[in-house]
């Protein structure tokens, strides 16, 4: 099983903040002879709907000297975990949960916001000293 990110806390207890309740931490992800960890699987019954929401959230903290190492292997893992999950998971959505910081700085780069567009890239703001979240971007 894969180490938690340094933010994996915060993000839990921001989305546990907005209230979402986690039901899988790490979520294990199965399909045929793949086992992948994503971080969180998280739930929210809504008042309209009997079944709820369901939400796999992938935390990236961005740390490394590389960013755009960072940022292309967030993506990879993002749609890989994506096709899986639309077959062993349908109707789910996946958020990449990203700082509050990193979204400002990094993802507010045009060429950024174009590959994230491109790729229809959920992210889930957050800011981390407040364990809040910030935006929802669909």
């Known amino acids: 099983m894969p180490a ?3 933010y994996h806390d915060a993000v839990k207890n ?3 903040k907005d209230g979402w ?3 899988a931490d790490p979520y294990t992800i199965k ?3 793949l086992q992948l960890f994503a971080d969180l699987l998280a739930e929210r019954v809504v008042e309209a709907q009997r079944d709820g929401e369901q939400i796999i959230v992938e935390i990236k903290s961005f740390l490394s000297r590389s960013q755009m190492r960072d940022f ?3 993506l990879g893992q993002y749609i890989v975990y994506r096709t899986l999950l639309k077959y062993i998971l349908p109707g789910s959505k996946i958020y990449l949960a990203i700082g509050q910081d990193i979204y ?3 993802f507010a780069q045009k060429a950024i916001k174009l590959v994230v567009e491109e790729n229809n890239i959920l992210l889930v703001v957050v800011n981390l000293n407040k ?3 910030v935006q929802w971007i669909s």
């Open 21 to 23: 309740t986690i039901t």
């Open 31 to 33: 399909y045929e002879e």
């Open 72 to 74: 292309e292997s967030a």
């Open 104 to 106: 400002q700085s990094f």
């Open 4 to 6: 938690k990110d340094t």
């Open 131 to 133: 364990e809040e979240i």
């Open 14 to 16: 921001a989305l546990i």
